[in-house]
């Protein structure tokens, strides 16, 4: 195997690693489908030498929950600037205005808002502002809840809706929207190849 001194591609990134730096990216999929390990690839992608900030909107309520927290951790490393934000993502945003931003994710942050029974609509509103008021590459990772059952308790169903509501509300705002299934991005909204 001959050197050609190009660095080998992203696996990860695939043919996103060609993209131009988006202001304003969201990355959709299911659960364990690889959004957040893209989304972690492309902040790191675009924020070159800076070190980029981890927004974490879960909470640890139960021992299988701090588990999953804590391998997000380890898997992601220590070159990260790490900001707990599990209802205060807009002025989290606005804090870390001029800096590559990841936030992992939005349905966290929006059950959050729900069980503490927050208004969610104002909240939106307060993150959709504050998103167009940055000014460094962000990437959200949200969870496409839509695509499965009907939830059958009442909760579920204003979970699953408003979910789908804050995705199309964020997806319109951005520069670019991926959905990832399999560990396969598809690129829904972006530039050209």
Same mark, same amino acid.
């Given at each position: ?6 660095? @080998?591609?992203?696996?990860?990134? !695939?043919?996103?690693? +060609?993209w ?13 489908? !690889? ?6 690839? #492309?902040i790191?992608?675009w924020? /070159? ?27 992601? %490393? ?11 993502l ?6 870390a205005?001029g ?7 939005l349905?966290?942050?929006? @059950? +959050? ?8 609509? !104002?909240? @939106?509103? %307060?993150? #959709? ?13 949200? +969870?496409e809840? /839509?695509?499965?059952?009907?939830p059958?308790n009442?909760? /579920?169903?204003?979970?699953r809706?408003?979910? /789908? ?9 951005a520069?670019a ?5 399999? %560990? ?5 909204? %972006?530039?050209? @190849?």
């Open positions: 195997m001959t050197d050609s001194g190009d660095a @080998s591609p992203d696996p990860v990134l !695939g043919a996103l690693a +060609n131009p730096v988006q202001n304003l990216t969201l990355v959709l999929g299911g659960a364990r489908s !690889g959004k957040s390990r893209l989304a972690e690839a #492309l790191c992608h924020a /070159g030498d800076t070190t980029p900030a981890y927004i974490a909107t879960a909470e640890a309520f139960d021992d299988e929950m701090r588990v999953r927290i804590a391998q997000h951790q380890t898997d992601r %490393g220590t070159d990260w600037e790490t900001v707990e934000a599990p209802m205060s807009p002025a989290a945003l606005m804090r205005r800096k590559p931003v990841l936030v992992d994710c349905t966290l942050w929006l @059950s +959050n808002l729900m069980l503490a029974e927050r208004p969610t609509a !104002g909240a @939106s509103d %307060g993150l #959709l502002t504050a998103l167009t008021e940055r000014q460094a590459p962000t990437v959200l990772v949200s +969870n809840v /839509g695509l499965g059952i009907v059958d009442e909760l /579920g169903r204003r979970f809706d408003a979910a /789908g509501y804050l995705n199309q509300a964020v997806a319109a705002t520069d929207v991926v959905f990832t299934a399999a %560990g396969l991005p598809l690129v829904l909204k %972006g530039p050209k @190849s």
